[in-house]
């Protein structure tokens, strides 16, 4: 069965550091993978997502994701953040089925950005 | 991009009533929408894929006669907390794909459900 494995619920960075958020999934196939960012109370936005093709992900807000097949990893960066970048963030894998295209998410990490 | 609209994005109601949640594509049209749960804290759940013109696909654990999914048209979905109990009490989110198996899904803005 597919699954995502966030495994930092909370993390605190200095606003202006850099970000590595962390995810892996296990999935059978190539995975379709999202990385989603939620504000309290909102739905989600896409930030990026990884179908096929080069393996670095270039996503809104100057965020990248790199997805590593042998580490069954793709972790979400961002090399300076901002204090708007706090929020929580959601590593999803897309699980195929016939006409049918729904995710599966993990646990999310939550960002907090110290000024 | 494409939109996903829900209403209403708050509602409280008494224990033992039902509360409607509707889901909108605005400017695509659906055939399948996602209807996930989300707890305080937690992550989402997927609670039931919604088909249009056919009964809806349930995930495991999901109770299908508590939560009633309605996709009457390409553009609407609905989900009914029927005798809503306090446990009920969570925040609700549709989404919707543009195609089959292009992955990306777009979210609508979630009904955040209180049940007295």
């Known amino acids: 069965a597919q699954s995502v494995t966030q495994p930092d619920i909370h993390i605190t960075v200095s606003e202006g550091a850099s970000l590595e958020l962390r995810c892996n999934y296990s999935y059978g196939a190539t995975p379709y993978l999202f990385w989603y960012v939620q504000s309290p109370g909102q739905g989600l936005q896409l930030l990026l997502k990884y179908f096929s093709g080069d393996t670095l992900v270039q996503g809104i807000k100057g965020f990248e994701a790199e997805f590593k097949r042998s580490q069954s990893s793709f972790n979400l960066r961002k090399p300076s953040v901002h204090w708007s970048d706090a929020a929580e963030y959601f590593c999803a894998v897309g699980a195929y089925g016939g006409a049918t295209n729904k995710l599966i998410f993990g646990t999310g990490t939550l960002l907090a950005v110290q000024p | 991009g494409a939109v996903v609209s829900q209403h209403p994005s708050r509602v409280i109601c008494k224990s033992g009533t039902s509360v409607k949640i509707e889901c909108r594509s605005l400017?695509?049209?659906?055939?399948?929408m996602f209807w996930y749960r989300q707890f305080p804290k937690k992550s989402l759940m997927l609670m039931a894929t919604s088909n249009e013109g056919s009964k809806a696909t349930y995930e495991q654990g999901v109770e299908k006669d508590k939560f009633l999914i309605n996709h009457a048209s390409l553009t609407l979905s609905t989900l009914t907390v029927t005798s809503a109990h306090p446990e009920d009490s969570s925040f609700y989110i549709c989404?919707?794909?543009?195609?089959?198996?292009?992955?990306?899904?777009?979210f609508g803005e979630g009904s955040r459900l209180t049940v007295l």
């Open positions: 989404s919707a794909g543009l195609a089959a198996n292009t992955g990306e899904l777009f």
């Open positions: 400017d695509f049209q659906a055939t399948t």
